[in-house]
């Protein structure tokens, strides 16, 4: 899950919001993007959250697609998501801080979502939240697990955040796990001489933890605590 630092909001809901007198009513946000969409072409919220994220979705870290340009039209995956549920927390419908890109692509694996699963419920750890130290990531099976030594508390917290947005999913695993052993394939080259395999890791984790590369948001927290 992504630890989200938002900055200044975009212009067109910063507009939107001083224009509007009314109520928070249920469709204040399909108002939103109506307003948007008659203002502004381009969609400027969303590509100002994927660009936040590094193009990643929010909570999965899977690779988000914005345009139909940029995938299949059955690929395209984006959602503005409500981070505090519109429903039960309707001043916040139009905040920037409570808004990110979630996917909600349908993989060939089955359904795969991440906004849609954890719906309407509260996250125990928002990703507005500092978190980062309280995940951790099995190298041998690629699953997401709590941080050796948070309290019982954190540890339930990070275990229902896996849960309820199904990070743990088999997909995501495989694909965190097939990271984890090219690195280790590199360490244990026996003709390779360790200066080179130092190059080539360091090449790989570079590659890997660029921008707009699934996981690297992850990844990064992981070699942080590895070089300490």
Same mark, same amino acid.
Not at 56 to 78: A, F, G, H, P, Q
Not at 95 to 118: D, F, W
């Given at each position: 899950?992504?630890?989200?630092?938002?900055?200044?909001?975009?212009? *067109?809901?910063?507009?939107?919001?001083?224009?509007?007198? %009314?109520?928070? $009513?249920?469709?204040?946000?399909?108002?939103?993007?109506?307003?948007?969409?008659?203002?502004?072409?381009?969609?400027?919220?969303?590509?100002?959250?994927?660009?936040?994220?590094?193009?990643l979705c929010v909570y999965?870290?899977?690779?988000?697609?914005?345009?139909?340009?940029?995938?299949?039209?059955?690929?395209?995956?984006?959602?503005?998501?409500?981070?505090?549920?519109? $429903?039960?927390?309707?001043?916040?419908?139009?905040?920037?801080?409570?808004?990110?890109?979630?996917?909600?692509?349908?993989?060939?694996?089955?359904? $795969?979502?991440?906004?849609?699963?954890?719906?309407?419920?509260?996250?125990?750890?928002?990703?507005?939240?500092?978190?980062?130290?309280?995940?951790?990531?099995?190298?041998?099976? %690629?699953?997401?697990?709590?941080?050796?030594?948070?309290?019982?508390?954190?540890?339930?917290?990070?275990?229902?955040?896996?849960?309820?947005?199904n990070l743990n999913l088999?997909?995501?695993?495989?694909?965190?796990?097939?990271?984890?052993?090219?690195?280790?394939? *590199?360490?244990?080259?026996?003709?390779?001489?360790?200066?080179?395999?130092?190059?080539?890791?360091?090449?790989?984790?570079?590659?890997?933890?660029?921008? %707009?590369?699934?996981?690297?948001?992850?990844?990064?927290?992981?070699?942080? *605590?590895?070089?300490?």
């Amino acid at each position: 899950m992504l630890e989200l630092l938002h900055g200044m909001e975009p212009e *067109i809901l910063r507009l939107f919001k001083a224009q509007y007198s %009314g109520t928070f $009513s249920a469709d204040l946000w399909s108002k939103y993007k109506e307003y948007e969409s008659k203002n502004s072409g381009n969609k400027p919220l969303v590509r100002t959250l994927h660009a936040l994220q590094e193009g990643l979705c929010v909570y999965c870290e899977r690779k988000i697609y914005v345009t139909k340009s940029e995938c299949r039209e059955d690929e395209l995956n984006r959602h503005v998501e409500h981070l505090l549920a519109k $429903s039960t927390h309707p001043h916040l419908t139009l905040e920037y801080t409570n808004l990110a890109l979630s996917c909600t692509c349908e993989g060939k694996r089955g359904t $795969s979502t991440c906004g849609a699963k954890k719906a309407e419920r509260l996250l125990p750890i928002l990703p507005t939240e500092k978190h980062l130290h309280l995940f951790d990531l099995d190298m041998e099976s %690629g699953r997401l697990i709590p941080a050796f030594g948070v309290s019982n508390d954190d540890k339930q917290k990070v275990l229902e955040c896996i849960s309820l947005l199904n990070l743990n999913l088999s997909e995501l695993c495989l694909r965190r796990l097939h990271i984890i052993e090219n690195m280790k394939k *590199i360490l244990v080259a026996e003709s390779v001489e360790w200066p080179v395999k130092q190059r080539l890791l360091q090449d790989y984790c570079t590659e890997r933890t660029a921008y %707009g590369q699934p996981f690297a948001h992850t990844l990064r927290h992981v070699l942080s *605590i590895f070089l300490h």
